[in-house]
């Protein structure tokens, strides 16, 4: 038998991924990319920075070399590179996922096997409780968990390029967290006003987010249960990555509250989240996907899927468009007719 060495160095990368990511995630977790920014370039200056064994880091560079995080070498220097840069301790930096990821969400993937089997979430496996729950008793967790979802965040400048929000219309962000979403529409669109709808322990946050970046001035603040009630008026219902640690019930009331509380039938609704493919799939979507059901038990849904659910409410979509990171917008436009009950 003829051995296909391509195919055997393909399955070893496959197979030894997570110790790559355990290597970024310790650069990050040791602050290599900034030490380097710094001017700290040699194995000896980054382990005295770290308080690490020299001979620890010069293994450890070796292999974030051959992996492109970094460039250079223990002679010539370490040089940060364009990958590198995102784990830099700066706004917008990738830092907080890496540690998030290659902490409790590392711990939660090690139970896959079970997870998958019992399309039961990973982190309930490792840690006894849902996320959520152990992020209420773990502040600093918490915290680090929003950080790392405001890293993903990197579509919403593009929002604004793929619908028109212009003409005075209200929009109403629907499960909107901090409003860094409706704070990029609404600088990008000085006639828009806003309307934020979250749980009332959000609302600080967000009230403290908003009066920083956009102002108060064009905004309400609405706390309560997008699946219970959603203000009434509004000219676009804006859902973004919001629904899919529900089932499709929680997100068909939710839609039908949008259809109910519409007075033009030239409002629309749009949800902007990662969709996901049977057939030839790209790898992000699926890994996320498979992420989501390792860490709250959710999962990601199709085109088909939301249409689907969006025609159940009284809605039918009238276009899709592609945001960056591998995001979807879908545009839908009220339907005619009595809308379904969930």
């Not at 965040?153 to 409706?182: A, M, Q, R, W, Y």
């Amino acid at each position: 038998m003829t051995t296909d060495f391509k195919a055997v160095q393909a399955a070893v990368e496959l197979i030894s991924g997570g110790w790559r990511a355990q290597a970024v995630h310790t650069a990050a977790k040791l602050r290599l990319p900034d030490h380097i920014a710094a001017g700290v370039t040699t194995d000896a200056g980054l382990a005295a920075a770290t308080g690490a064994r020299e001979d620890g880091i010069r293994r450890l560079m070796r292999l974030l070399v051959a992996v492109g995080l970094f460039e250079g070498g223990p002679r010539a220097g370490y040089r940060n590179t364009p990958v590198s840069a995102t784990l830099l301790d700066a706004p917008g930096s990738l830092r907080d996922m890496c540690l998030l990821y290659g902490e409790e969400f590392y711990t939660a993937w090690g139970h896959a096997a079970e997870s998958i089997s019992t399309v039961t979430a990973g982190f309930e496996l490792a840690y006894g409780r849902p996320l959520y729950a152990h992020l209420d008793e773990h502040p600093g967790l918490a915290d680090r968990f929003q950080r790392a979802m405001v890293a993903g965040n990197l579509f919403f400048d593009s929002v604004p390029e793929v619908f028109d929000f212009t003409g005075g219309k209200t929009i109403v962000d629907c499960g909107g967290g901090n409003g860094h979403l409706l704070s990029v529409i609404l600088d990008a669109v000085p006639d828009a006003r806003g309307t934020l709808l979250d749980r009332e322990h959000v609302i600080p946050l967000a009230r403290a987010y908003l009066s920083r970046t956009i102002g108060l001035d064009r905004v309400e603040l609405v706390g309560g249960d997008m699946f219970g009630a959603v203000p009434e008026g509004g000219d676009v219902y804006l859902f973004c990555r919001v629904l899919a640690g529900w089932h499709d019930d929680d997100a068909v009331a939710a839609f039908a509250h949008c259809r109910r509380a519409i007075t033009d039938p030239s409002a629309r609704l749009l949800v902007l989240d990662r969709m996901v493919v049977d057939e030839d799939s790209s790898v992000l979507p699926a890994l996320w996907d498979l992420h989501l059901l390792m860490t709250t038990g959710g999962r990601h849904r199709g085109v088909e899927e939301f249409t689907s659910l969006l025609d159940r409410a009284g809605w039918q979509v009238e276009r899709t468009a592609a945001l960056p990171m591998e995001t979807t917008a879908l545009v839908a436009a009220p339907r005619s007719g009595r809308v379904a009950a969930r």
